[in-house]
């Protein structure tokens, strides 16, 4: 059974409404897992016989708490920055500066924010991800453009302590 035939399985099962699927043949084991009520794929398992590699397939687990930033200071590449602490992504996703398009931004240059605001919010696979202060200061650079992508660790903020 190939990769492209257990995903087309998964799928299957998916929209289906069954709960459980277990399946054995030869020498593949699949176990396919949903829920019924929102026909999500919990987990999916493949096991081999020894002779052969895995093929490993698992959900990733949602994030459904604000995600808290890693604060690092910033390395000393410029002097005017070497005061200010960057604050990073935490994850991968696409940065937004609104909590809707309706609303105001979360945030500008020049305001004050205290350590727990909610500085942005990141979508990561349709979930989206409050990103909060670690540090009490005042905004100095905002270095991401709104519904713009952003990576792991990638500096959002210039946040000045003092």
């Given at each position: 059974m190939d990769l492209k035939e257990i995903q087309n399985l998964i799928k299957?099962?998916?929209?289906?409404?069954?709960?459980e699927v277990k399946l054995e043949m030869d020498d593949v084991k699949i176990t396919i897992r949903t829920t019924l009520e929102s026909n999500v794929t919990e987990a999916t398992y493949v096991q081999q016989l020894p002779a052969q590699a895995a093929l490993p397939q698992a959900a990733v687990p949602q994030?459904?708490?604000?995600?808290?930033?890693?604060?690092?200071?910033?390395?000393?590449?410029?002097?005017?920055?070497?005061?200010?602490?960057?604050?990073?992504?935490?994850?991968?996703?696409?940065?937004?500066?609104?909590?809707?398009?309706?609303?105001?931004v979360f945030t500008e240059v020049?305001?004050?924010?205290?350590?727990?605001?909610?500085?942005?919010?990141i979508e990561a696979m349709k979930l989206?991800?409050?990103?909060?202060?670690?540090?009490?200061?005042?905004?100095?650079?905002?270095?991401?453009?709104?519904?713009?992508?952003?990576?792991?660790?990638?500096?959002?903020?210039?946040v000045d302590p003092s």
């Open positions: 299957f099962v998916a929209n289906s409404g069954v709960a994030v459904t708490a604000p995600v808290v930033v890693n604060v690092t200071p910033e390395a000393p590449a410029a002097k005017e920055d070497s005061k200010y602490v960057t604050i990073k992504s935490p994850i991968i996703g696409t940065f937004y500066r609104k909590p809707s398009p309706d609303k105001p020049g305001s004050t924010v205290s350590k727990g605001d909610v500085l942005c919010v989206f991800n409050e990103i909060e202060s670690e540090v009490s200061g005042k905004i100095v650079k905002i270095l991401v453009d709104d519904m713009s992508p952003v990576e792991f660790d990638q500096p959002l903020f210039l």
